[in-house]
């Protein structure tokens, strides 16, 4: 059975930090790359920052670069993206899932408060 589990999400004040976690198990960890996507009520979901898993390759959305780093444990089979200098727009539910959108988590919630 495929499961991705988000931790780590709540609220924060701006300019500070979270970290947040995805725990994958049910496939093949290394085939993928592995991503983050992010939501607010009546816009569409956007991708955020992935991570090719075999070779570490990252990309990161415009709007987060040099805020938030993406990161895995192949060990553990997580993913971890630390957020800095959080912004209130950054206020979304974040979803953990493989970035070609296969395998998806249940989603968490960060809100960043001004």
């Known amino acids: 059975e495929v499961q991705i589990v988000e931790s780590g999400g709540g609220l924060v004040q701006a300019g500070g930090s979270l970290r947040l976690s995805c725990v994958a198990s049910g496939f093949t960890f290394e085939d993928y790359a592995i991503g983050w996507f992010r939501q607010v009520p009546g816009k569409e979901r956007k991708g955020v920052s992935c991570i090719n898993i075999s070779d570490g390759k990252t990309y990161y959305a415009d709007s987060v670069k040099g805020r938030f780093t993406i990161s895995s444990d192949n060990a553990k089979n997580t993913v971890y993206l630390q957020m800095n200098s959080l912004k209130p727009e950054d206020t979304a539910v974040y979803y953990c899932?493989?970035?070609?959108?296969?395998?998806w988590g249940q989603g968490i919630q960060v809100t960043v408060s001004s």
């Open positions: 899932a493989t970035w070609t959108g296969e395998f």
